[in-house]
T-cell receptor, first 113, second 113 residues
Framework: EPEVTQTPSHQVTQMGQEVILRCVPI?????FYWYRQILGQKVEFLVS????????KSEIFDDQFSVERPDGSNFTLKIRSTKLEDSAMYFC???????????FGEGSRLTVL | GESVGLHLPTLSVQEGDNSIINCAYS??????FIWYKQESGKGPQFIID?????DKRQGQRVTVLLNKTVKHLSLQIAATQPGDSAVYFC????????????FGTGTRLLVSP
């Protein structure tokens, strides 16, 4: 069964460092998303991406965040200068159409020290 | 403000019982609702969805009920199994087109053998 894969599964970084989280969405999907979940809290929308551009973003997704689809398979989330409050599980998701089932990866846990 | 919330944080049932997990939403303009299951250390997994033009939808062992009058959503799991133990989230789609989901806080379902 096709799945969304994410790397790394866990990354520990120092405050102020840049982090790149990587995702390989399901191959024929066109819509890509990043969500995050702070420990014990709700899953929160960060950004949606379609046709090589951001379609929507939340208030969380400030200038420190960026996304990129550098090739035909990868979808990345970059945090330029990490803060303690960026510590969370980051989930990538994809779907083949704008509505319908959203497939999530298993997440990348980011710990900022 | 807009919110999606859950009535009970934890639900404990015996194997074989039917489980009902509830969710309230406040945005009457929402037109798409989804239930997700999240097992420990994994990403959210789609269970079932329903659009606002329906009041009931059934899947395999699961049924979602939507009451737009009182803005209430429920997930019914028939013959609950230990493998159903997880956190269940309802989510609401605010946007038209992209999956900018608003998640509830989650209900933990504990199934005892």
């Amino acid at each position: 069964e096709p799945e969304v894969t994410q790397t790394p599964s866990h990354q520990v970084t120092q405050m102020g460092q840049e982090v790149i989280l990587r995702c390989v969405p399901i191959s024929n999907h066109l819509y890509f998303y990043w969500y995050r979940q702070i420990l014990g809290q709700k899953v929160e929308f960060l950004v949606s991406f379609y046709n090589n551009e951001i379609s929507e973003k939340s208030e969380i997704f400030d200038d420190q965040f960026s996304v990129e689809r550098p090739d035909g398979s990868n979808f990345t989330l970059k945090i330029r200068s990490t803060k303690l409050e960026d510590s969370a599980m980051y989930f990538c998701a994809s779907t083949g159409q704008s509505t319908g089932e959203l497939f999530f990866g298993e997440g990348s846990r980011l710990t900022v020290l | 403000g807009e919110s999606v919330g859950l009535h009970l944080p934890t639900l404990s049932v015996q194997e074989g019982d039917n489980s009902i997990i509830n969710c309230a939403y406040s945005n009457s303009a929402s037109d798409y609702f989804i239930w997700y299951k999240q097992e420990s250390g994994k990403g959210p997994q789609f269970i079932i969805d329903i659009r606002s033009n329906m009041d009931k939808r059934q899947g395999q062992r699961v049924t979602v009920l939507l009451n737009k009058t009182v803005k209430h959503l429920s997930l019914q799991i028939a013959a609950t199994q230990p493998g159903d133990s997880a956190v269940y989230f309802c989510a609401e789609n605010h946007s038209t087109g992209f999956q900018k989901l608003v998640f509830g806080t989650g209900t933990r379902l504990l199934v005892s053998p």
